[in-house]
């Protein structure tokens, strides 16, 4: 009995020692990334059945098939077929442990997963910000409002209380301003907005009212304020909003392109 034992578990290290030496062979030179997952999956699989294997080889199955063995005195032949046939019943018992196992596994990370899309992307509200721009240096001069910005929302539930941090040009030397706006709707909306100086008194609403219409001229100040050599000029947006009375922040990219003079549509991150 001891020596059938001694067979098997040589047989158990030279399964694990081939299936160590297959999982090198099959990652060298392997560019086919399909091929490599499978054959993870595979090698994978193998090593949690040489566990679960080796272990139900080592129970007391075996103690007590030999105990038998010995008591009703049963030949040599029919102890070898006993154990080949004990150690077939526990690699199928190990092929269910190994299968329970990665099933469980997967079982928690769906779980999880699925707690994380409700958390980030069910019902959270999402918001979009367009940019609608004219093109060309004249086109800047003879608009008096050369882009407009829309804020929009994509899904989820309807986002309140929506303001925008002030967002500096690349030099520094002034701030573009967003006004806050009470919730998005489907359709897109117009933000107002405003270019002021770093440092250079507040304008009031009267004053506001006068200078309207050089609002391209101001924005024009805004994108100059910026290293010569840069033709994409990039500016993080910020935006906060309440969904009921939970706090989120998005965050989007605005994108100058000098070569063409114009605000480019897309500002997802």
Known sequence: MGRVKEFLAAIVSWVEREIGNAKVLLYAGREDADNCIMETDIIAFGLALGKKWWVLMSCALFTGLGMWVLYADKSNAWATRATFSLAGFCLLVACYLAWHDEHARVAVLED??????????????????????????KAWREHAVPVTFSVHHLSGRVPTAICFDPVPSLLGKFLLHFDAIPHAEKHPKGIRYRVEQVGAPRLGAHDLEKIGNIEGELLRLFLDDSPPELMELSYNLIVHFKDGEEKHTQFFRVTFDKGRFRFLPNTAI
């Open 112 to 137: 999880e997963t699925r707690k994380l899309q409700d958390k980030y992307f069910g019902q959270r509200p999402l918001l979009g910000i367009e940019t609608h721009s004219v093109e060309g240096p």
